[in-house]
């Protein structure tokens, strides 16, 4: 490793290129202070830094075949440090601007609001246990409740009975209960029901 010490940066470089580990070594050896303190200078967190500084010198090693020829290694260095600084600065400033907005839209949110939210979130649950039904009993729950068919409409339109009608509506609506086991959804999911023509 010590004959390493006397390569100048473009001989490192060249080495690097190659895939040589201890030329990167060097390299890492003979700039990482600096760079910290460039970074450091930039962005005044100690955190932070370290992992640019880490993202720096990983991006040496697995890109080194873009590193320019016969090119100024620290001046590469510094480059890339900036635009990483810049880089980190500007999605950093993206999730506090979007964490500020969704932080916004909570405070300026109106129950009115929340409400639809939750009620949408509601009819979309009960539409998905609907839909689970079993085909025939799906058919007669949804004539009744959402076209408004009285049971002697459907069960005309079925041709079987109104008694059929009416116990399928039953196990449709317990069979709803139960997997909407919330009780605040199982009001909820009544009290909708009951918008419903029920005759």
Do not use: C
Request: aromatic letters at 10%; a positive charge; zero cysteines.
């Amino acid at each position: 490793m010590l004959a390493y010490t006397v390569y100048n940066d473009a001989e490192l470089t060249d080495l690097l290129r190659s895939g040589d580990e201890l030329a990167y070594t060097e390299i890492y050896r003979r700039y990482w202070r600096l760079m910290y303190a460039h970074i450091y200078k930039m962005l005044r967190d100690e955190e932070d830094s370290k992992d640019i500084l880490q993202e720096l010198f990983g991006t040496l090693w697995t890109k080194a075949d873009k590193i320019p020829a016969q090119g100024n290694l620290a001046g590469y260095l510094y480059v890339s440090a900036r635009n990483m600084v810049l880089n980190h600065i500007r999605q950093r400033k993206f999730r506090n601007d979007y964490l500020s907005s969704l932080a916004q839209f909570a405070n300026e949110a109106s129950k009115d609001t929340l409400h639809y939210l939750e009620e949408r979130d509601l009819l979309a649950a009960i539409d998905r246990e609907i839909g689970a039904l079993p085909p025939k009993m799906r058919q007669v729950f949804e004539m009744s409740r959402k076209q408004n068919l009285t049971h002697k409409e459907i069960a005309e339109s079925l041709g079987t009975s109104e008694e059929t009608v009416k116990k399928q509506i039953h196990k449709s609506l317990k069979r709803l209960r139960a997997n909407l086991k919330d009780p605040d959804t199982a009001v909820s999911l009544l009290m909708l029901l009951s918008f419903f023509k029920k005759v």
